[in-house]
């Protein structure tokens, strides 16, 4: 494998909202990415190729971050594919079930 010059990246949630936000702004820093999400890689498909219109490396790992075997085969690709990371965005998030505001979760849907 040559080795990796640029940086790596590995955005959890990163094909939307914020996530998405960070990942074009560290692609415009010449970052090579890897972007997590739980969406089908055909729902993200367009947000990977408008990344990649900068020269920037990225790859998709579909997972879910609350999962151990998800995290590790997240790092587990991003390292086979790269050699390398520099730099893990937490940005995975997800809101109480039903959308309701912070003062009406429950405790179940905050420990969620």
Known sequence: MA????????????????????????????????????????????????????????????????QSADRKSMLAQTRNHFGRLDLLVNNAVITSPGRRDILDATEEAFDW
Do not use: F, P
């Open 3 to 66: 080795k990796h010059l640029k940086r790596v990246a590995l955005i959890t949630g990163g094909s939307r909202g914020i996530g998405r936000g960070i990942a074009r702004s560290l692609a415009g820093d010449e970052w090579d990415l890897t972007v997590n999400g739980l969406r089908d890689i055909t729902e993200v498909a367009q947000v990977l190729d408008d990344l990649q219109r900068s020269e920037t490396d990225v790859i998709y790992c579909r997972g879910d971050v609350s």
